[in-house]
């Protein structure tokens, strides 16, 4: 069973718009949400990442939305590019010593110009 | 700073014969991670180091695949008796234990034919 679910599994927007990505989980002890960014033939990127304590978390184009209560998340990018076609993934993290990051199936995303 | 290197980046193999993946961390990460990424899936954690030491290896297929991290810095995945079910990206990533920060190398493409 899937611990970290994203949707959609594709997605296209135009050039300028904004792309949503979703993420949801299960486990309540999930602490820490990174998002990854992978562009074919290369290893994930860290994108950027948030906290179980914080709602949102910013940088540049890319925004987290976190919402505790429902067990979502979400990644909006702003005024899309080419350059950010690529796939996403979002993945989650326990509390405590241990540092294994769960992943999601990931979105990948088409920016039309 | 160099980022995380593996080697080779692309591996062909017919079933039954054996490979070895080569990791070398961001200087100064005390914690690497292996994973696995089949085709249009998220990375899937393999084992983990501090240091020298075995942190998790509970998702390593022990009859076939072993990792060594014998100084805390470099790291050795080694698949015996390679199956086409291992076709996937063998990804390396590091940090440092106090973060939840990985950081991924370009991954290892394996083939088994």
């Known amino acids: 069973q899937q611990q970290v679910r994203q949707s959609p599994q594709s997605l296209t927007v135009w050039e300028g718009e904004t792309a949503i990505l979703n993420c949801s989980y299960e486990d309540s002890t999930f602490n820490y949400f990174p998002w990854y960014q992978q562009f074919p033939g290369e290893g994930p990127a860290l994108l950027i990442s948030?906290?179980?304590?914080?709602d949102k978390k910013e940088d540049g184009r890319f925004t987290i939305f976190f919402n505790k209560r429902e067990k979502k998340l979400s990644l909006h990018i702003t005024d899309s590019q080419p350059g950010d076609s690529a796939t996403y993934f979002c993945?989650?993290?326990?509390?405590?010593?241990?540092?294994?990051?769960?992943f999601g199936l990931g979105t990948t995303l088409q920016v039309q110009p | 700073e160099a980022g995380v290197t593996q080697s080779p980046r692309y591996a062909v193999l017919q079933e039954g014969q054996a490979v070895s993946f080569w990791c070398d961390p961001i200087s100064g990460h005390d914690t690497l991670y292996w994973y696995q990424q089949p085709r249009d899936q998220g990375p899937q954690l393999l084992v983990y180091f501090r240091d020298e030491a075995v942190i998790d290896n509970s998702q390593l297929p022990s009859d076939r695949f072993s990792a060594v991290r014998p100084k805390g810095t470099n790291s050795t995945l080694k698949i015996q008796s390679a199956k086409q079910g291992d076709t996937a990206t063998y990804l390396c990533?590091?940090?440092?234990?106090?973060?939840?920060?990985?950081?991924f190398g370009p991954g290892t493409r394996l083939t088994v034919l």
């Open positions: 990533a590091s940090s440092l234990h106090i973060s939840y920060e990985q950081y």
């Open positions: 993945a989650a993290s326990r509390a405590g010593n241990t540092r294994k990051l769960i």
């Open positions: 948030i906290s179980s304590v914080s």
